[in-house]
């Protein structure tokens, strides 16, 4: 009785000392907290009341998205918040092509009722499909879109897939024609980034010179420059 008498203080000092240096517990999920709220407590929301601090969270949250929120991303293209559906669109675009599963959804979503939202899901669709066909014919016909906001990110969207989009030279170029200044602007750098299977361009690119516009007279110039000696 005396040896564990003496032994007993060591024991529970012992004990106070692996308590102590044991881990804090992390929440089961591993999901990120915002507001105080988990995130998939936030996207769950339907309460009007917190609406800004709902936009708020995805926002946050978005910034710091890897590959495994995509299906949830692709669930908030549908949100009935137009603020959600374009941030959903730009979190999207901004994983690149390992979110192509999403094209069809994105396609769907540039027929949104939101200007801004269309224009996010163009935009999207630039950055998850740099190889491929179908969105490249997609934001082609979305050069006639009514919207400007729409037509200038379906050519900024094209300049950023560059020389695979090659088969958009002829809307393209007709583009350097539209009555935005900035979509002439984008055409002609689209146009430039495609780079030689541009050269049918290079008359339209060559009038634009003689635009009212200082900037796009230099895109024209820029992107003759671009496509090459065949331009000269």
């Not at 929301?45 to 495994?68: G, H, K, L, M, P």
């Not at 941030?87 to 994983?95: D, I, P």
């Not at 499909?129 to 997609?138: L, R």
């Not at 934001?139 to 400007?148: A, G, H, R, Y």
């Amino acid at each position: 009785m005396k040896r564990l008498s003496l032994l007993l203080p060591f024991v529970v000092v012992g004990i106070c000392l692996g308590a102590e240096q044991r881990p804090a517990s992390k929440p089961q999920d591993n999901q990120p907290t915002y507001h105080g709220k988990t995130i998939n407590v936030w996207i769950a929301s339907t309460d009007d009341r917190q609406r800004e601090q709902r936009r708020a969270a995805i926002s946050d949250w978005v910034e710091e998205i890897d590959n495994d929120a995509i299906p949830t991303l692709a669930k908030l293209l549908k949100d009935k918040d137009s603020y959600v559906r374009r941030e959903a669109a730009y979190g999207l675009g901004q994983l690149g092509s390992d979110a192509k599963a999403t094209i069809p959804a994105l396609t769907e979503l540039v027929k949104d009722r939101d200007s801004d939202v269309r224009q996010a899901a163009v935009e999207a669709l630039g950055k998850v499909s740099p190889e491929t066909k179908t969105p490249i014919s997609v934001l082609t016909e979305l050069l006639k879109n009514t919207d400007s906001q729409v037509r200038l990110a379906a050519a900024q969207a094209l300049e950023e897939i560059g020389p695979e989009a090659k088969t958009a030279v002829s809307a393209l170029t007709k583009s350097l024609k539209d009555k935005d200044v900035r979509v002439r602007l984008a055409a002609a750098q689209a146009l430039g980034e495609i780079g030689s299977e541009a050269k049918t361009a290079v008359p339209a690119l060559s009038e634009l010179l003689k635009d009212k516009d200082v900037q796009a007279r230099l895109a024209a110039a820029q992107a003759l420059e671009e496509i090459g000696s065949e331009a000269k």
